[in-house]
């Protein structure tokens, strides 16, 4: 492998800008379950646009300088003692702000609309109808659909508002000040449930607050390509593969970028799935000619995981050795000065990482698969301004395959925690040729990409069947698919019955020691996803 083959061609880095994009909306979190939903909706206008702590210093918002601000809902009432305010300044920048639910009875009441309990709670789709002709909402029917989630409400405009939309129960469903650029929605655009609210903050941002939507993945590329390479400079960076996504686009993103100075580390640690680590092989070895290296460590891993049976216990042991295997590796690869890390914009967040973002919210998350700071390294994480799905679209722009774009998530634990028991190379076996068979046939029936997650499991559980004129007394797979959101809650998807019957006939016929195939019919709460 000659260095030319493996730099990538680029565009000429002279003419483009380090650093983000110059458009920059501000979404205010006053504690909602959907502020990181209404920044993906702006997104997907191509806006760049932020999560903020609701009591970002007005210096700071100066200093960034957004198009617009949206001032999220958040569960407290606006009169209380203490309910989280924005600084009162932010409505004299002249900078257009939208407020959603909280955020437009906070708007109101700070500009002199008093606001309270209302007669009736609105919760759930509600009829809503136009009653002012506004450019906020452009192309949105006389009368559509929303989503309401609230208790208070603004019980008169004063002199300083106007009704632009009502519903039966709530007159001032969308409001607008006279004379500023400050607009209110008692109802909730960033929900799929509210008709046309992609469209109505399209036009928040776009019409209103005039951002041309200079956000795509094509542009962040270039912008990364620049930040990165001055980063870098000559030095080495190295990338650990797990053939998910966020590791993948990483990889990919950071060989456009420095092309021979990336080495990735795959580790193999026997508790793979059927094909994993030739996909990866195939896409970073022999495709983009990464220095890609594949450490073997199946007899490792499956050494020290003999004979445990306790999943925690199988946990610590992975975790423990993978860190192991990778710094040894790392270490055999001179002059790396870098480690490059999938970190997504939503762990940025929920980890109070980001100084102007909101406070970390507690989430229980699983650790495995994680490598320690103490390695010695400098970190990169070139994804850490991005949701999934904008990682998605990035992973695509680069040429990764679909496959390897909407693979569903896969624990670091691989499937230690799919066999359940003690394990060995059989069993894991026998779990991989039935796990293959569940993946393929819903990929066959079109069902794969309607899951978020599916696999099979073995259970340390034999039972007796008949096989011919023989008695049998052999394992039990189970068979899992779920939707779901956030994996925090999950409802279990029916799988129609002839393909269960597929996989199931399939699974017995074809994987040796199998006679029973059983389907899980349990949502999480009160099931997890994985078994152990
Ligand atoms: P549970 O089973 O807790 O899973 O409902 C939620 C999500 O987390 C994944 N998961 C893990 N991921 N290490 C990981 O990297 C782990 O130990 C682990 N355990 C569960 C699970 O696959 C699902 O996506």
Known sequence: MTHETMTPSLKPAQSLEAGRPHELVLVMDFGSQTAQLIARRVREQNVYCQLVRHDLAIERIRQLNPKGIILSGG??????????LPDPAIF????????????????????????????????GKTPCCLVTANPLFAGVPQEFTVWMSHGDQVQNLGDQFTALAATEDCPFAAVKHHTRPIYGLQFHPEVTHTEHGGKL??????????????????????????????????????????????????AALLYRAIGSQLSCIFVDNGLLRSGEAEAVRTRFGDHFQVDLHVVDAREQFLRELADVADPQQKRKIIGRVFIDVFRKEAESIPDARFLAQGTLYPDVIESGADPDGPAATIKAHHNVGGL????????????????????????????LPDAMIWRHPFPGPGLAVRCLGAICPARLETLRQADAIVIDELRKSGLYRKVQ??????????????????????????????????????????IPYDVLQRISTRITNTVRGVNRVVYDISSKPPSTIEWE
């Open 372 to 399: 320690p700071a103490e390695l010695g390294f400098e970190l990169i994480e070139p994804l850490r301004d991005l949701f999934k799905d904008e990682v998605r679209a990035l992973g695509l722009e680069l040429g």
């Open 92 to 123: 004299e920048l002249g900078v257009p702000i939208l407020g959603i639910c909280y955020g437009m009875q906070l708007a109101c009441r700070a500009l002199g609309s008093p606001v309270s309990p209302g007669q009736v709670r609105e919760f």
């Open 201 to 250: 903050l399209g036009s928040f941002v776009k019409t209103i607050c005039g951002c041309r939507g200079d956000w795509s993945m094509s542009s962040f590329i270039e912008r990364q390509v620049v930040d990165l390479r001055a980063r870098v400079g000559t030095s080495r960076v190295i990338c650990g593969l797990s053939g998910g996504v966020d590791s993948s686009v990483v």
């Open 75 to 84: 569960p407290a009432s606006v009169y209380e003692t203490g309910a989280p």
């Open 453 to 494: 997650q599916a696999f099979a499991v073995l259970l340390p559980v034999q039972s007796v069947g008949v096989m011919g004129d023989f008695r049998t007394y052999d394992d039990t797979v189970a068979v899992r698919a779920v939707q779901t959101e956030d994996f925090m809650t999950a409802d279990w998807y029916p």
